[in-house]
């Protein structure tokens, strides 16, 4: 299975870190380098799970992760975003 469009940085199924937080570990580095930019869309779960080979409940969970940690929020029907600066953090 050679596949071109392999993700940059991929998961480690042999890991003790479970997938899903691979993967939000991933996605918080995109947030942090501006990849993903301040309230714009991440990937959907269904284009997370396709992208990294992964089932998409492990994509919600990483999706869940995210929200936990404050740099997503979701909103129903419309998608994940990634939560807006703070000015205080600029």
Known sequence: ???????????????????YIQLAEIISKQIASGALAPDRPIPSENRLAEEYGVARLTARRATQELRDRGLVITVRGKGSYV????????
């Open 83 to 90: 939560t807006p600066l703070d000015p205080e953090q600029e």
């Open 1 to 19: 299975m050679s596949d071109s469009s392999s993700p940059s940085a991929p998961l480690d199924p042999q890991s003790a870190t479970p997938l």
